[in-house]
């Protein structure tokens, strides 16, 4: 049974920072796509950072860059998201997500975490 668990969430004020993590069990992380989305209020899931597809090569979209990091700890499979210079816009539910394949859209991802709230406020 594949199961991707994360945590890490909280309440934090803008420009603080927070580390997400994803604990990967029955898959093994370094053999998919993973992904980070995110749900906004109001607004549907989308992509914001993702790894392990065409070469291996870690994009982001283009409102996280240069701000998250994505990374994986393959002893531990467990997958990492460093958000720092957080802004109110990045409120919403984070979910960790891997792929066979990969892709931009969440209807390309075959398994799931449960998300976690983040919630950036003063």
């Known amino acids: 049974q594949v199961q991707l668990v994360e945590s890490g969430g909280g309440l934090v004020q803008p420009g603080g920072s927070l580390r997400l993590s994803c604990e990967a069990s029955?898959?093994?992380?370094?053999?998919?796509?993973v992904a980070w989305f995110r749900q906004a209020p109001g607004q549907e899931r989308g992509w914001i950072a993702t790894?392990?597809?065409?070469?291996?090569?870690?994009y982001y979209e283009d409102s996280v860059k240069d701000r998250f990091t994505l990374s994986i700890d393959n002893a531990k499979n467990t997958l990492y998201l460093q958000m720092n210079s957080l802004r109110p816009e990045d409120t919403g539910t984070y979910y960790c997500?891997?792929?066979?394949?990969?892709?931009?859209?969440?209807?390309?991802?075959?398994?799931w975490g449960q998300g976690t709230q983040v919630t950036v406020s003063s």
């Open positions: 997500a891997a792929s066979n394949l990969g892709g931009w859209t969440e209807n390309e991802y075959d398994y």
């Open positions: 790894t392990g597809w065409f070469g291996g090569n870690t």
């Open positions: 029955g898959i093994t992380l370094s053999q998919y796509v």
